[in-house]
Structures are given as C-alpha cells and as structure tokens.
C-alpha cells in the first residue's frame, strides 16, 4: 500500500515556474514507477509525466514536452514535476499515481494522490 500527497500548486501568471511535489509513504514506492497526471474543468484526465523506478527512464506528453521535468528522489520517498514556462492551457488539478510496475511503459496506476490545484493566468 502507497499513500501519496501531493503539494505545490497555486495560482501563478503565464511564463511563471512551480515544483510540484509528490511524498510517498508505505511500501513499494522506490520500485513503482510514478506518473504525474492532470484533469481539467471538462476534459479527461490525461498523463503529464512519468518516470520508471530507478529515475533513468521518462515519459512526457507532447504538450508538456521541453517545459516539465520529472524526476525523484527514493531516499525521500518524492517525487517532482518542475513546470516552466506556464502556460493557461495548463491549468488543471494534478494528480501524482504510483504504478503496479517499475517501468512506466503499459503500466497501470494503483494508488492515487488528492490532487493539487494549478491555474495560470494570461
């Protein structure tokens, strides 16, 4: 079992930079994978981000391509997503998840943070 708890979001202007930050806790999450996700006001939630257990392997969308960074850290249980260059179209609440798996590649996720809020404005 792996609790997550999201921190880091708030309301920032386009162009600006936030650290999202993701902690861990029970057993499992230093060989879990892990995925930051994102839902919009009416849309679907859609995958930001991932990286496999070890922090060699990522995985970004198109949309967050060359302005999010993920990375982790095991020996705190944390994972990150650094978000520059802020877009509107970004504002979403983001959601960490830790997978069934060490790899992000087909993997699902099984826990599930609360979700942090993020809004950028124009």
């Known amino acids: 079992q792996v609790q997550l708890v999201e921190s880091g979001g708030g309301s920032v202007q386009a162009g600006d930079s936030l650290r999202l930050s993701c902690a861990a806790s029970?057993?499992?999450?230093?060989?879990?994978?892990m995925g930051w996700f994102r839902q919009a006001p009416g849309k679907e939630r859609e995958i930001v981000a991932a990286?496999?257990?070890?922090?060699?392997?990522?995985y970004y969308a198109d949309s967050v391509k060359g302005r999010f960074i993920i990375s982790r850290e095991n020996a705190k249980n944390t994972v990150y997503l650094q978000m520059n260059s802020l877009k509107p179209e970004d504002t979403a609440v983001y959601y960490c998840?830790?997978?069934?798996?060490?790899?992000?590649?087909?993997?699902?996720?099984?826990?599930w943070g609360q979700g942090t809020q993020v809004t950028v404005s124009s």
């Open positions: 998840a830790a997978a069934a798996d060490a790899t992000w590649r087909g993997t699902k996720y099984k826990y």
């Open positions: 029970g057993r499992g999450f230093s060989v879990s994978a």
């Open positions: 990286i496999n257990w070890s922090g060699v392997s990522t």
